[in-house]
């Protein structure tokens, strides 16, 4: 039986968004994201440089683009999370869980994570729309939070839940590239950041009552 003709399509356009995607990362880690103009990815590509466009609003997305996916993991793993299972356990277990890169054992997958630290460290415009992400991603949370728990629209318990889950997160991804800057790799790495998560996570399970008492 064919395929339908919508299917090959949609199968086609993802091909060419994932090429686009690809090529751009892989002249990024060469010579930097400011190095690289969209016009040049698109010649790259063999691809018209409106079609970047068409599937990448800004040449920041071109870089970020798998990040879509993450996000969907993430709120997939909230909101799937067995019945009597708290949105903290649920999210240290996807927190704590090897992905990607950082799981990798291949020296090149390694070098790969580096080059790829140093081209996002190395640019101001790359940390900022990264900013711009997490943000969403707490809007996010919060949303499916306040919406599990029946909370009142102006209510901000949901929205301090969502920040403690994300600032967690956000912190680990800033440990890893530190330690990758100063040279750790896996997987004496991927060891580093899950003892730090399960600390950071033990944090919110205790709660703050306790955190950071001055002393007398």
Known sequence: ???????????????????????????????????????????????????????????EDLFYSGLEAFEERLLAAIRERKPGESALAAFGRFVLEPRGLLAAKDPDAVEHLAAITRV??????????????????????????AEETQAQADAIEPWVAANALMGVHRALVDYTRRRIVAGTRSPQLARQVRAQAKQALTALERGLGSYAIRPE
């Open 1 to 59: 039986m064919s395929q339908p003709a919508t299917g090959l399509r949609e199968r086609k356009k993802q091909q060419t968004r994932q090429l686009i995607a690809d090529t751009a990362r892989r002249l990024f880690a060469k010579r930097g994201f400011e190095g690289v103009t969209v016009a040049e990815v698109a010649r790259t590509a063999d691809v018209a440089e409106a079609t970047v466009f068409n599937y990448f609003p800004t040449k």
């Open 120 to 145: 996002i460290t190395d640019s101001p415009a790359l940390l900022a729309r990264e900013q711009q992400i997490f943000t969403g991603y707490t809007a996010s949370l919060a949303a499916l939070l």
